[in-house]
């Protein structure tokens, strides 16, 4: 069994603020070993449930937060970015048998954490078909497009609760989550064994429970913080201006979504 592990840092336990997730601010290389200690708990978990090879997608900011060293054996892991549209689930194919999300965080103009945001802090809402999305939302996307089931998800309490109204047969552990500018974690112990016992559940049983159905049309909102990066995005082929900061998108394949985001976001 073949498995793929999308890490990122913000739904990471104890990541607070942004300095923590910068390579070299203050705060960052204990988020980094947190991070370090969820993936390896997640392959673990993995690796208990059967998977025989398993790929980790360093899926943060440059890319460049996680080394071989971190890993259990018998791990692959990919780091900084091939600029291909599947993102933070680059090199995802049907020959795995799922796909695992750690430290996945809430959206963009939500209250779920003070790190809340949608791929880029350039942007200030993201909506697709009227729903705020997460990054959750564009990899769960991402992987039905593929036709790979999504099977587990950490991060902050509310891409918890996402995930379960995505599909409530996805294993979920919230190892946090926001109030205000604050957020309230478990201990790190406790959020390591979670992950790794949640991982080992997810992959037991019927994958095929969690697929998520993919819609037959997108209609994508896009609202930047500054207007000139609207007024060049909707320059994108079948992009449209639609208010001094917002761009329209629409399409029937969810990978010219993908490509959109890829050029405009
Ligand atoms: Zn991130």
Request: negative net charge.
């Amino acid at each position: 069994m073949k498995v793929y592990v999308s890490a990122d840092i913000e739904g990471i336990a104890g990541v607070t603020h942004w300095d923590e997730t910068e390579i070299g601010k203050v705060g960052y290389e204990a988020a980094r070993r947190q991070l370090a200690a969820e993936v390896w708990a997640a392959c673990e978990g993995a690796a208990e449930a059967g998977a025989r090879e398993i790929l980790v997608k360093d899926a943060h900011d440059t890319g460049r937060n996680l080394t071989p060293a971190d890993l259990p054996p018998g791990t692959e892991l990919h780091r900084g970015w091939g600029s291909h549209p599947l993102a933070m689930v680059e090199g995802l194919d049907p020959s795995f048998a799922g796909l695992i999300l750690v430290g996945y965080h809430a959206p963009a103009g939500s209250a779920g954490s003070p790190l809340a945001h949608t791929l880029s802090p350039q942007l200030h809402a993201l909506t697709i078909n009227d729903h705020p999305a997460a990054e959750l939302l564009l990899v769960a996307y991402s992987a039905a497009y593929v036709g790979v089931p999504l099977l587990f998800v950490s991060g902050d309490a509310e891409t918890c609760a996402e995930a379960q109204r995505l599909n409530p047969h996805i294993v979920t552990t919230a190892v946090k989550r926001g109030v205000g500018g604050a957020t309230v974690s478990l201990d790190a112990g406790r959020a390591v064994e979670g992950i790794r016992t949640g991982v080992a559940a997810a992959l037991t049983g019927d994958p095929t429970r969690c697929r998520i159905p993919l819609p037959k049309k997108f209609s994508v909102e896009m609202t930047y913080r500054d207007h000139p990066r609207a007024y060049r995005a909707s320059f994108y082929p079948g992009a449209s201006l639609t208010e001094p900061r917002s761009v329209r998108f629409a399409a029937s394949d969810f990978l010219d979504v993908l490509r959109f985001l890829l050029f405009a976001a």
